[in-house]
């Protein structure tokens, strides 16, 4: 049967309006999202929840929670970023910031990742708050997750700190409304060559900065390799081993100067809680011993500068946790595991809170020009909450 021949979910013009306003707000990473939480959370105070508003150290910036239900019960959280990454108009067929419905979709920065579940959440919230609660909620909005998880470890850590914290994040990233039950974890790494430069006509006696450079993505190659040769491997995963390569590179001057430096980025995609700091040591190491020698034999100030630019943990299994067994009765389908980012691993991580990945839209729109969620999508996130409305009151679904 065709999406379009469901009937509408009754909140879904509800859920529309709400991601308009959200989408209006243009919270890309690099500017303050200040105005989008203070629109947020006057909704949510309004409703009665007890609200919270965590500031960055510049005050431009902040996470919001709001929250409900008894004191002493392990709750739920629904959590969602609120920044986007940038949009090029020029690129697209609509004012990115401006709510734009074409056929069954509904077009804007962040209409799948991620202000389609922050939608949902508002235009949910009153049914989700009537009555009794049984089990507390949580909703989380946090900034800066485009740019490296950089709200959320203040959320978690608050969370971690309450009278009875969270038993489970719900994390809205784009699913397709499927539960996800493991992500990967993240580092990025700036790595600067400082070479020695001069005349080109004179290159053997220079330290080529491009050179080494070019030998220590090799490097970084074979130890992609090796990961696809010898895992470790989880087959729940689309790619089922950890990845790395390099991304970017600038280096150089001029046809005639040796370069004395060179700066690239590289990635490390692991699949394990706690290899990837271990991996990506050992992998300095290997690369110093094999290129350190041979550079400060010509030029005893040749070096490499290696700095972390953002990382974020991998998400492990929560699926044996007591609070994903109780609530697992409404949850749908499983998905398995995937490759890109979420809050999901510093949920666990920083606040010891167990996480799953389950929201509307697909990654696949996430990040590109012509950004869509589903009209559908909105309304199976909208099932989904009268489900745990329902839960969350005690009465059998
Ligand atoms: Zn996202």
Known sequence: MSALAQPPHPRRQAAIDHLEALIGFDTTSAYSNRALIDHMQAYFAQLGMETVVLFDETGEKANLIASAGPHDVSGIVLSGHTDVVPANPRAWRSDPFCLT?????????????????????????????????????????????????????????????????????????????????????????????????????????????????????????????????????????????????????????????????????????????????????????????????????????????????????????????????????????????VSYGSEGGVFEVVGNIPSIILGPGSIQQAHKPDEFIEIEQIDRCLAFFDDLARWTKGASV
């Open 101 to 337: 419905q074409r056929e069954a979709r509904l077009y804007g920065r962040g209409t799948c990742d991620m202000k389609g579940f922050a939608a949902c959440v508002m235009a949910a919230a009153p049914e989700l708050l009537s009555g009794e609660l049984t089990y507390p909620l949580y909703f989380c909005f946090s900034h800066d997750e485009e740019v490296g998880c950089l709200g959320a470890p203040a959320i978690a850590r608050h969370l971690a700190s309450i009278e009875t914290p969270p038993g489970l994040a719900i994390i809205g990233e784009p699913s397709e409304m499927h539960v996800v039950n493991g992500q990967k974890g993240k580092i990025a790494m700036r790595v600067t060559v400082h070479g020695e430069g001069g005349h080109s006509s004179f290159a053997p006696q220079h330290v080529n900065a491009v050179e080494y450079a070019a030998r220590i993505i090799a490097m970084v190659g074979e130890r992609e390799r090796r990961y696809e040769r010898e895992g470790p491997f989880d087959g729940d995963f689309t790619v089922p081993h950890a990845t790395t390569l390099a991304t970017i590179i600038e280096g150089g001057v001029a046809t005639n100067i040796t370069p004395d430096h060179c700066s690239f980025v590289f990635e490390l995609r692991s699949i394990d809680q706690n290899a990837a700091q271990a991996d990506m040591q050992a992998l300095i190491d290997e690369i110093e011993s094999a290129l350190l020698p041979s550079m400060q034999t010509l030029s005893p100030q040749a070096r490499i500068e290696w700095q972390e630019q953002f990382s974020y943990p991998a998400m492990g299994d929560a699926t044996e946790t007591p609070l994903f067994k109780a609530i697992e009765p409404i949850l749908p389908s499983r998905a398995g595991k």
